[in-house]
């Protein structure tokens, strides 16, 4: 059989391309795969240390048959027979085994980096690496709580570089606040609505020019979804109604310097920053301070030629 032709394939919906790196070939990042391909993007880099199990089955895009796989290098199998046009490569590792040089050499190739996996610690490395690079990260999750029936709420952080937006470290004191929010048990048909959403969102960052880019607000950089289920007791002061919902919510800049992007709430509002658009400075206020003090200075001078021209002493 001959791959079909990429014209017809993108005929009815336009291809928007780009690369991705996906930390994490589980089950969020599993279908976020799949959905990137059928949107268009390539080359698509899968890392995942994992292999598929039973329990892996009602919540991953592959099935029975790759039981005892690489979820990365099966998955990456399964994306290039389906998606021809995609060229997915699988990485049966952890990224935290990579060679430094290994690891910036991914994220450089990346147009976007998505960090999808249930290692805290993994999280905050990509996170740096990314930071360092200068490439967009994206960062989904499913809320843990006991409060929480398992995946019925998601959460999906985008960070830009060069203190734009808060990094996934500025977010960990509010993230904590909130609940813990790593990857999770759960039906799949949550777990779907998160990698979708996802996928939406690194469409964006990959296209910030595209109409696309509109569903981003620079000031709420975390993303809330509750899906088909009743309203957990935990979650229902933010979903009060049960059912599909969406809340773009605000991430604070840390009061201190943050340890990964040295981004903190006093210096990191720049026109280029979180506060895009808003006319705040980088300089935490200090600008408008100066105003104040030009504007009373040239008072005092207009005070002065007056009371001259007056012949009155000032």
Not at 228 to 240: H, I
Request: aromatic content about 6%; some cysteine.
């Amino acid at each position: 059989m001959t791959d079909p032709p990429e014209e017809r394939v993108w005929a009815r919906h336009r291809r928007r391309t780009g690369a991705a790196l996906i930390v994490g070939a589980g089950a969020v990042g599993g279908f976020l795969a799949e959905e990137l391909a059928r949107i268009g993007f390539s080359p698509l880099w899968l890392v995942d240390p994992d292999r598929l199990a039973v329990e892996n089955l009602v919540r991953h895009p592959l099935g029975a048959p790759a039981l005892g796989e690489s979820k990365a290098l099966a998955l990456a199998g399964k994306i290039r027979r389906d998606f021809p046009s995609c060229d997915a490569i699988g990485h049966f590792v952890d990224f935290l085994e990579l060679s430094a040089d290994q690891q910036r050499s991914l994220v450089r190739g990346a147009d976007v980096v998505v960090a999808a996996t249930d290692s805290a610690a993994c999280q905050r490395h990509v996170n740096r690496v990314a930071l360092v690079a200068g490439r967009p990260a994206v960062y989904p999750a499913v809320w843990v709580d006991p409060r929480v029936r398992d995946a019925e709420v998601g959460e999906i952080l985008w960070v830009l570089p060069g203190r734009r937006t808060p990094c996934y470290e500025c977010a960990a004191a509010f993230r904590r606040a909130a609940t813990d929010t790593q990857a999770a048990r759960g039906a799949r048909v949550d777990i779907q609505l998160v990698a979708l959403a996802t996928a939406q969102v690194v469409t964006a960052l990959a296209h910030p020019d595209d109409d696309r880019s509109a569903i981003l607000d620079p000031r709420r950089t975390a993303i809330y979804l509750h899906g088909l289920t009743p309203t957990s007791p935990g979650v229902r002061a933010t979903f009060p109604t049960a059912g599909l919902s969406s809340r773009n919510v605000r991430v604070p800049f840390p009061s201190r310097p943050c340890a990964a992007c040295r981004g903190w709430r006093h210096v990191a509002s720049t026109p280029a920053s979180a506060a895009v658009g808003t006319g705040e400075r980088a300089d935490g206020g200090r600008g408008h301070g100066w105003a104040v003090f030009a504007a009373i200075l040239l008072g005092i001078l207009v005070l002065f030629i007056v009371s001259v021209a007056h012949g009155t002493p000032p």
